[in-house]
């Protein structure tokens, strides 16, 4: 990545090595080692979900020519920091509602999944960033995330594994606030140029997310982790499908484009997220993923061509429509479902307003702080 300070050598070890040191000094004092007991199905969807991180996302950036490196070693080194950043911004969330500290493995597993909104974001900014805006953008963003979640909590009383779940939608949206201030690079550029090796290996990191996605719903949920993962199974494969026949119908050859299909084969899982543990039947988790794959292709198009101009967004990695435009359809259906079976109960109240308001809190700070970190 370009660099835009005068020494890599005075700027990188110095900021690494005082944040480093801030969370030693801050885990000494204020984090305790919970001993909660750990089923191995937990341990193993953490594992899972750290691979997602790693591997998936690091794999699944390395498109472009030249920056290869920063996708796969400044993503490794994003998430050992942000997991420390988020695991005491955690906490003290924690004290200031006043809850209960959670154990080791649960306190972890909520540090791990909220760095995917981190690393969402930077693949929006990728060859654009150097690693110190790289590090305040990931300190900045988690302070936002945990803080939207703050007040998700305190003022509509949103469920705690719910926020976690905009994780996606929150990466998503500050990461393209956060692109619209950086310029955009020459389409002939070399540094924006995609090679079959690098196609081959993003390819590696769309199959690991596909395989590891269903332990990202399961891994903070407390009840339904079995419809869960049947739930997002479903989704991915039937979004998945719909991403090769829509590919197929909307190249000029009639060929499968890989770019949809790295980006519409994880649709399903992204939008099936917010209701994975609750959907009963199988067919509707499958409906959505088909919706999912469709609104990647057709969004993919639209946000091209249209509105990353007009707006003067340069989505690096196709961030809006992969993980942005499938979240903002899971959260569509999740209150729809919602409405459904709140009114066959003859219970339609303000449960509805409080998903759709949480939703709208996380869009807003994501943009706001998202632009105003750029």
Known sequence: M???????????????????????????????????????PAYAAFQDVNHMLVFGFGFFFLFLRRYGFSSTGFNLLTIVLGVQCSVLLEDLLTFLLQRQTQGGLRRIAKAVVSMTAVVISTGAVLGKANPVQLIVMAVVELAAFHGSRGINSVFLQAPDNRTMMHVHLFGAYFGLALSSRFSEPSPRSEKSRRTPKSDLFSMLGTLFLWVFWPSFSFVLVAEGRDRAISNTYFALAASTVA???????????????????????????????????????????????????????????????????????????????????????????????LVVTLVVLFRLGSLVLTHVGAFCVTISVALITGFITG
Request: proline residues 4%; contains cysteine; hydrophobic residues 55%.
């Open 243 to 337: 991403a090769f026949v829509l590919s197929a119908l909307t190249t000029k050859d009639g060929k499968f484009h890989m770019t949809h299909i790295q980006s519409a084969v994880l649709a399903g899982g992204v939008a099936v997220g917010y209701a994975a543990h609750s959907i009963e039947y199988p067919w509707i988790a499958m409906i959505l993923g088909l919706l999912a794959s469709l609104v990647t292709i057709l969004g993919s198009y639209c946000m091209q061509r249209c509105l990353n101009p007009a707006l003067k967004i340069h989505d690096t990695s196709g961030v809006h429509f992969t993980f942005g435009l499938p979240a903002v359809l899971g959260g569509l259906a999740q209150v729809i479902l």
């Open 2 to 40: 370009a660099a835009h300070y005068r020494s890599f050598r005075s700027s990188v070890p110095g900021l690494l090595l005082l944040l480093q040191a801030a969370f030693i000094i801050l885990f000494y004092f204020f984090i305790s080692d919970g001993q909660d007991f750990i089923p191995a």
